[in-house]
């Protein structure tokens, strides 16, 4: 099976689509969408009905942000820039759309045997992964071999391989990575919408399942049209200008 792998797209529809422009062409056997469908960006209805849109199947967690625009989460955690991003959402989402976000499933979510997808950690989907503990702390509790996840909107991968814990960020224009058909992963293919890694162009992924192997790509897009999408919503200058840097 092929599988597109997505995250984080954060209603940055210039960056989603010049992905999804991208991919066209490609053929997959499913799309995989790692949740933060919306949040930030200044185009949440184009981004949510792209992804209503992706076929011919798709597996899809919601985020942490996702749950605050859904109003199933109240924000008492986010800072004050990210929850007034999340109240303008919820208002300007149609109600189809709300819907939508609305009933995203929690994760980790299975997609074939050995092989499941979540926003977080699989063993709390609001928890950050970012370190060798974290990672450590999932592959002892956690024994699916093959995990797909976002939130951190940063390109990296985990493995472990007999008891070699083995950490990497995924820098540079791109890559393919060979997973080892005994080993245990954990994959982050970044963020479309909001990278952190101080590299703004959009990141996602390609995995043959088959054959094992990922492969993670960087684009670049209009940095700028995402700016001014979010300056003319008046939303705080701070999530455009991020936008540019990569933070």
């Known amino acids: 099976m092929r599988y597109l792998i997505l995250s984080d797209m954060h209603a940055n529809w210039d960056a989603f689509e010049v992905v999804l422009r991208r991919t066209r062409r490609k053929r997959f056997d499913a799309a995989l969408v790692l949740g933060d469908l919306v949040g930030y960006g200044g185009a949440p209805n184009q981004v949510v009905e ?8 798709v597996y899809t967690v919601r985020g942490n942000h996702d749950k605050v625009v859904a109003g199933i989460d109240n924000g008492s955690n986010f800072n004050q820039t990210a929850l007034t991003a999340a109240q303008w959402t919820t208002g300007r989402l149609t109600p189809k759309n709300l819907r939508y976000v609305r009933e995203l499933p929690r994760g980790p979510l299975g997609v074939e045997e050995g092989m499941a ?8 989907e609001d928890t950050y992964v970012f370190s060798d503990v974290d990672a450590y702390e999932i592959f002892s509790q956690f024994t699916v071999p093959v995990v797909f996840f976002g939130h951190t909107h940063i390109p990296s991968i985990f493995s472990l391989e007999g008891r070699r814990l083995r950490v990497a960020p995924l820098k540079g224009d791109g890559g393919t990575i060979h997973l080892h058909p005994e080993g245990r992963y954990l994959l982050n293919p970044g963020s479309i919408g909001q990278p952190r890694d101080r590299d703004p162009r959009a990141s996602y992924m390609i995995y043959d399942s088959r054959r094992r192997v990922v492969r993670w790509y960087r684009v670049p897009y209009p940095v700028g049209e995402a700016q001014k999408k979010i300056r003319e919503a008046g939303l705080p200058g701070s999530l455009a200008d991020r936008l540019a840097v990569g933070t």
């Not at 792209?50 to 199947?57: D, I, M, N, S, T």
């Open 50 to 57: 792209a992804v209503r849109r992706l076929g011919p199947k």
């Open 117 to 124: 997808i979540c926003h977080g950690s699989p063993l709390d």
